[in-house]
Every structure is written in C-alpha cells, then in structure tokens.
Nanobody, 121 residues
Framework: QVQLVEAGGGLVQAGGSLRLSCAAS????????MAWFRQAPGKDQEFVAT????????NYADSVKGRFTISRDNAKNTVYLQMNSLKPEDTAVYYC??????????????WGQGTQVTVSS
C-alpha cells in the first residue's frame, strides 16, 4: 500500500519560512518523479514544483521561483519543499504527488493527504 505523508505545514508570518516534507512508503521511491501542488480555498489546484527521480532537473511555477526549493533524499524516501519569503497568497493546502519515471501522460499516480500552510500578513 502506497502512502505519501506530508508534514511541516503551519501558520507563519509573511516573509517567514517553512519546510514541508513528504515521506513515501510502499513504492520504489527512487523510480518516481515527485511534485508539490497546492490548492487555496475557492481556487483550482496549482502546480508548485517537481523533481525528477534522479534529483534533477527541477521545475517551478513562476509564482514561487526564487523563493521555494524542492529537494529529495532517496535514502530516506522523502521529498522536501523549502519555502522562503512566504506571502499571504501562498496560503493553501500543499500536496505531494508521485509519478513513475516510465508513467505515460501527465497524471500523477499517488497523492498525499495534504498539509495546511497559512501565511498571515
């Protein structure tokens, strides 16, 4: 049974930082591209960042480029999202997702349950 468990969300003031983590189990983590998405209340789900199974390349949404950093530790089956210079518009539920390196199409195979990030102004 595959599980993706996010942690690290919380309440932070604008300009602050948070580090999200996503621990994976039940899959061969090093064979999966990992990504972070987010969804704010009343808005569609939004892509945030992705990292290939090998650790590179990474890709970011324009809205977070230069402020967020995605990384992974294949030995710990964990992907991270370091979020700096947070803004109120970053407030959302953040989800991690996994897609097999040989998977067809753009859909992700597995999703976590999400962690809430709230940025106060």
């Amino acid at each position: 049974q595959v599980q993706l468990v996010e942690a690290g969300g919380g309440l932070v003031q604008a300009g602050g930082s948070l580090r999200l983590s996503c621990a994976a189990s039940g899959l061969t983590f090093s064979s999966y591209t990992m990504a972070w998405f987010r969804q704010a209340p009343g808005k569609d789900q939004e892509f945030v960042a992705t990292i290939k199974w090998s650790g590179a390349p990474t890709n970011y949404a324009d809205s977070v480029k230069g402020r967020f950093t995605i990384s992974r530790d294949n030995a710990k089956n964990t992907v991270y999202l370091q979020m700096n210079s947070l803004k109120p518009e970053d407030t959302a539920v953040y989800y991690c997702a996994a897609k097999h390196r040989y998977g067809l199409g753009s859909a992700y195979d597995y999703w976590g349950q999400g962690t809430q990030v709230t940025v106060s102004s």
